[in-house]
């Protein structure tokens, strides 16, 4: 059995699949030890800005959204509370899945981390001796696969312990 599990969460129907994933690993091994980890990275492309550059859309993505390009912005011309909404969002996320795993009756431990998704989860879990990943499938259109890559494919690749893709 898994003494220790780790969940990639992104707030997806996909990643809520993998809490309900390991939900059912705990009610099999209540001492197994839960961990739920939000990259902040794939984000960051999403918000409006970051500390010193604007993303203005540009031209259309495969997936329906827009290319930002980045601006570089004087001190002054920052918006205002950027960080604390980028701050709130991540906890709104985090919060999503305590309340999830509350409601299973499943304890678990919850970390943001920032970097990106596919290394920083399989470096936390070499840190910290987790011995079984578990993460959503993205579900990304062939197109964007194909250009970016998926995220659960390279953790496939690069984890050093068992990795779990729920679909």
């Given at each position: 059995?898994?003494?220790?599990?780790?969940?990639?969460f992104d707030?997806?129907?996909d990643s809520?699949?993998a809490?309900?994933?390991a939900?059912?690993?705990?009610?099999?091994?209540?001492?197994?030890?839960?961990?739920?980890?939000?990259?902040?990275?794939?984000?960051?492309?999403?918000?409006a800005?970051?500390?010193y550059?604007?993303?203005y859309?540009?031209?259309?993505?495969?997936n329906?959204g827009?290319?930002?390009?980045?601006?570089?912005l004087?001190?002054?011309e920052?918006?205002?509370?950027?960080?604390?909404?980028f701050?709130?969002?991540?906890e709104?996320?985090?919060?999503?899945a305590?309340s999830f795993?509350?409601?299973?009756g499943?304890?678990?431990?919850?970390?943001a981390?920032?970097?990106?998704p596919?290394t920083d989860?399989c470096d936390f879990?070499?840190?910290?001796?987790?011995?079984?990943?578990?993460v959503?499938?993205?579900?990304?259109?062939?197109l964007k696969?194909?250009?970016?890559?998926?995220?659960?494919e390279t953790?496939?690749?690069?984890?050093?312990?068992?990795?779990?893709?729920?679909k």
């Amino acid at each position: 059995m898994y003494k220790h599990i780790l969940i990639g969460f992104d707030d997806s129907r996909d990643s809520v699949k993998a809490l309900e994933r390991a939900a059912q690993f705990y009610s099999m091994n209540p001492e197994s030890k839960i961990t739920v980890a939000h990259v902040i990275q794939e984000y960051t492309n999403n918000l409006a800005f970051d500390q010193y550059h604007l993303n203005y859309p540009i031209g259309p993505t495969p997936n329906g959204g827009v290319y930002p390009v980045r601006m570089i912005l004087r001190e002054e011309e920052m918006p205002k509370n950027g960080k604390e909404n980028f701050h709130d969002s991540t906890e709104y996320i985090l919060d999503h899945a305590r309340s999830f795993l509350n409601y299973q009756g499943v304890p678990a431990e919850f970390k943001a981390l920032d970097g990106k998704p596919s290394t920083d989860l399989c470096d936390f879990a070499i840190e910290h001796h987790v011995d079984l990943i578990i993460v959503g499938n993205s579900g990304k259109g062939l197109l964007k696969k194909l250009l970016v890559g998926s995220v659960s494919e390279t953790i496939m690749k690069n984890a050093e312990m068992d990795v779990l893709v729920v679909k």
